[in-house]
């Protein structure tokens, strides 16, 4: 969704600062309108040196993100603690860096790209969905803490889509996969339902023209969905209580 959307912007005549780990994965992109920059949004010392090269900050998109897939027991302490430093914490350490520039600008725009799974759980996905409700959260309340100096905070809640996602960005516990595990069954019945449906999931060209339309919309609402899975799951939880929803994704999932 990152490259896509750096590529998208740059086209429409934006200029883009595609912050990455290993920004050298991006210079076959690298253009007069795109610009990879080294960044670990894990690390606060990188942050600072990232931001400092860039005089006038407009848009933030916080896209960096993965999924730890483990039952709640058999995590560890520090697979608990990574997944909320990179999908949480992250996203708070970049708005902090750049909320300083958009407030004496008084103007800018931030987009966080959530989940629909920051509104609904699945099970095996427990710490991944917190991260994403947490997302939520913070969407809502800065809206709030920075209006008055102009600045839009929206999230964008996309379903699965056919990214690296599946492929780099879920991490897996050793103990939950055993085959000694007592989640055993509900690992080998949802695991690869999940994977094959990011695989098999939406176009992110969809995600891209999302994030250009709530860059130029000042009206655009809080919050928006993206793919198949997050506009049939969404609405409908709003419109059954708690306990039909969830015999809803039991039955979906076969759980």
Avoid: W
Wanted: charged share 25%; proline share 4%.
């Amino acid at each position: 969704m990152g490259r896509a959307t750096a590529a998208y912007l740059a086209e429409q005549g934006y200029i883009v600062y595609a912050g990455s780990r290993t920004p050298q994965k991006l210079f076959e992109i690298e253009s007069e309108n795109i610009h990879p920059l080294k960044l670990d949004i894990t690390d606060p010392k990188s942050i600072k040196e990232a931001i400092s090269r860039i005089d006038k900050i407009d848009i933030l998109i916080n896209n960096a993100g993965y999924g730890l897939v483990s039952t709640v027991e058999e995590a560890t302490e520090e697979e608990m603690f990574n997944q909320f430093n990179v999908n949480v914490f992250g996203v708070m350490r970049m708005c902090k860096a750049v909320i300083p520039k958009m407030r004496k600008q008084k103007n800018g725009v931030i987009i966080n790209i959530s989940s629909f799974l920051g509104k609904i759980g699945l099970p095996l996905l427990t710490f991944y969905n917190a991260s994403k409700y947490a997302v939520e959260g913070i969407t809502d309340s800065l809206r709030y803490e920075l209006s008055d100096f102009n600045i839009r905070v929206h999230s964008i809640m996309p379903g699965f889509f056919d990214t690296n996602f599946a492929r780099d960005n879920l991490v897996t516990n050793k103990a939950t996969f055993d085959a000694d595990s007592p989640y055993v069954q509900m690992v080998s019945a949802l695991a690869p339902v999940i994977v094959e449906q990011i695989n098999s999931g939406n176009d992110t060209t969809e995600i891209t023209r999302l994030i250009l339309e709530i860059i130029e919309n000042k009206e655009f609402s809080a919050r928006c969905t993206a793919g198949d899975k997050a506009k049939k799951f969404i609405p409908m939880k709003r419109e059954l209580s708690d306990e039909d929803f969830e015999r809803r994704v039991r039955a979906y999932y076969d759980l």
